[in-house]
């Protein structure tokens, strides 16, 4: 698939050979710079146009050998700074989400093998794409940013109900 970004300056597209591993390009379209990610594919913008996040799967050969051998595949969530280059990631990656300012970026994670609890709750990651802070909130089974993306509503689903309950939290103060 490919996405352009909301100011037009950035285009994201994958690439998969037959019977290959996936290849995410993601160009400036204004000085035909480029950034080339193995392995990575379903790219996004955030709404300012600064960062492009994606997701990272394992090699197909390693993929492969995971699956027979009945081991979990986890995917990676990962960030990049279009102007600098810089990386940030997440292992174990269910899903992404810029907030609606492309101040924040969260991830929520799906939970370790060897978790083997019945709660649906697993850590949700978010950064703070300003200063680069991370917040890690444990046992979140969903959530979501405001339109203002002033606030961050989540369920927290814990293991013996302890703390079970809908949060909301301001991301101006961390209250």
Known sequence: GT???NN???MAYGLRPNGGDDTLHVISLRNNSEHIIPLAQNASFSNDSKWAAYTVMNDEVTRKKMSKSGDKIYNKAELINLQTGEKYSVERSANLEFS???NYWAVHREKPDTDKSSHKGSD???RNLKDGTVINIGNVSEFSFNKKSTM???LVDANDKEGNGVYL???NTNV
């Open 3 to 5: 996405e352009i970004s």
């Open 124 to 126: 949700l990651i978010i």
């Open 8 to 10: 037009g300056n950035w």
């Open 100 to 102: 609606e300012d492309g």
């Open 152 to 154: 961050l509503a989540y």
């Open 169 to 171: 939290k301001n991301l």
